[in-house]
């Protein structure tokens, strides 16, 4: 029964992952010409991403499972975020940076689970995704300073 739980959460990060593949696409085509480093980062993140909902899948896999038609528990942030301004680059930091805060805690919890269950091979694919979406935070929180710079300035010239 209480592995029932860990393949219910297991199930809910594949749904998050794959979720997130879209926003991060849509993040990039939003970044390709004026910040075309930043669309560079965020296509290898969707990479990355997908690697992460094989891993998961593997996962479940291993505990006799598959994943769940279930919606993701992240969605894209709502179309009012992007209000009457042009700033959608900072928009789209704001919820990238929470995104991979919470994907950090999803898998920071499942390896706790996992290891509590006995489940060290799970435990160790979930660290192994926890680190690849910590790298992402940190990358995201170094882009914060220039992203807001670059998108008060574009609006500078727009006036």
Known sequence: MVKAQLISWLQDAFAMEHGLIP???KHA?????ELPEAAARIRQHITETRRHAERVDECLR???ASP???PSPLAPPPASLHGRFDDVPVKNAWADASAEHFEIACYRALALAATELGEAGIARVCVENMRDEEQMARWLDA???LVVSHTLKAHALRR
Do not use: F, H
Request: charged fraction near 25%; hydrophobic fraction near 55%.
């Open 143 to 145: 882009q914060l300073p």
């Open 62 to 64: 291993v505990l006799g």
């Open 23 to 25: 926003v991060l696409q």
């Open 29 to 33: 085509e939003d970044a390709e010409r």
């Open 68 to 70: 769940a038609a279930v």
